[in-house]
């Protein structure tokens, strides 16, 4: 039987392939690419650019400003969607495909789902080297783009047209699969972009991906079960897993039948309610002192979609309990078993849903539930003493998140990097699962921006606010002319410490001088000026500079219905962090020194290392 086809160029198929991906959300049939960033350049106008010109009625494309900022702001498109809808990234070779590596460690970190389509070199090589062309004279194989294959999931170079379908089909297995889910890297060469082949008229028939729930195993499950059922002072540490899995009421439901205090990891706060009362907020180096004095204590900790990094653990110094279990509710056996866990690879919300079923009959200790109410109360009046309002001519960062939360209640909160994360993982209330969205993986300087539009695009309702310094500003900016073109309204706290405070405080609790962080300890003739709020509104922003933290609420409200997108910036102290709560982090600290304050640090280093528990 004769095989119907279509006469397509490579790009032509890459891009008909892309409208024809979907997914159920909410009921409802939508397409799984939320869209196209592009930059194009002489490795991709041609044939990509060409072919999305074709479908750009069904497949939206968005010019961004810079490659690595447009791979962000794809990136915040699929975590905000919960990995159900993601992006697709395409750029021309050399410099501006180099610019999304950072991008694709990002989402290879986070487990987030990202395709990249880089320019190539040709396959021909007749007109090597060609512009931008890295050459390897030991390799003839290798360009530029194999720099993607460390931080990509799946790595493949094209280098024939009809290739394309088996690597466009694998990549789709990747990006929805909820154990391999990460960044997708098709490396596109020009020359073939443009080269036609008969393609089969089934490869463009439309798919439905949908949730692939892995159930647990019978053996792992019972050693999980029995476990939780001798526990007395069991918790959860909730990661990003349980809101990709969309487990947060079944996390909820749980947590109240069985009475087990829950601990939010960065990329899982949000999975209850601020003011749950089994909500124990931050946990680990960030942590609130009711969730990290509990875990000190915990004999089982129930770690559901965690990757368990060393913020989580206090650098596996936080645990105490001699006896301690750890069970790894994970997709990813890899993440399941670490540290000796009992792994119990399965969906998050179908493993909790069983564990709910099997459990039946047992309740943690009551005494112990009663003293996570207890602690949570602790922990909440010295957060509201840390972020209450002030007169301070230069608020800590506490402070104006205090404002920000006061100002804007039901904001979805956007931020990545510095000093920021860690105060904000302690104090803000998060409401609803996804409205605190923090890009902690990578900890990606530059991503707060780009990736608040990203979130944006995906939840365009929502009241989006980015939180960042001016170190990570000065780094990505130049999104805010990408939100404002497409009408993207985000409003961007900008909190100016003259410099890279919080690496500074870490420089000085090392025993560091204060050096080269920020700005005034800087080898410089002249300090510079920079005029923030200036600067962003010379992008089109509106945009002022506040004085005081009640000038900044003032702002923050006045601006809440406007549909622009907005900058206000304020002066803040680069050397207040939130004392309370908090957890030891190990950052090696040097042997040898002639300065006292390292030396000192290094003993107080040495004791620290023995709370260490090793593997």
Known sequence: MSQQTVRLTMAQAV?????????????????????????????????????????????????????????????????????RRFMA??????????????????????????????????????PDPVLQQVENWGDGTTSANDCFRPVSRYFDRITRPEQIIPALRRAMQVLTDPAECGPVTLSLCQDVQAEAYDYPESFFAEKIWTIRRIMPDGDEFAQAATALLHAKKPVIISGGGTLYSLATDTLRNFAERYGVPVMETQSGKSSLPHDHPLNMGSVGVTGSSASNKLAEEADVVLAVGTRLQDFTTGSWALFKNPDLKIIGLNVQPFDAQKHAALPLVADARAGLEALNAALTGWQADPEWTDRAHAEKDEWLTAADAVTAVTNAELPSDAQVIGAVQRARPGATLVCASGGLPGELHKLWKAEGPGSYHMEYGFSTMGYEIAGGLGVKLARPKDDVVVMLGDGSYMMLNSEIVSAIMLGAKLTIVLLDNAGFGCINRLQMATGGANFNNLLKDTRHTTLPNIDFAAHAAAMGAVSRKVASISELEAALQETETSTQTTVIVIDTDPLIATEAGGHWWDVAVPEVSDRPQVNAAREAYVVALKAQQVG
């Not at 180099?98 to 789902?113: D, E, F, G, I």
């Open 15 to 83: 891009a008909r392939f892309l409208t024809k991906q979907m997914t159920v959300v909410d009921g409802e049939t939508v397409p799984i690419f939320g869209g196209v960033f592009a930059i194009f350049g002489h490795g991709n106008v041609a044939g990509i650019g060409e072919a999305l010109y074709g479908v750009r009625d069904t497949l939206p494309t968005y010019r961004g400003q810079n490659e690595q900022g447009m791979a962000h702001a794809a990136i915040g498109f699929a975590k905000a969607s919960f990995r």
């Open 89 to 126: 990234v395409t750029s021309s070779i050399g410099p501006g495909a180099l610019n999304m590596v950072t991008a694709a460690a990002l989402a290879h970190v986070n487990r987030l789902p990202l395709l990249l389509l880089p320019g190539d070199v040709f396959a021909n090589r007749l």
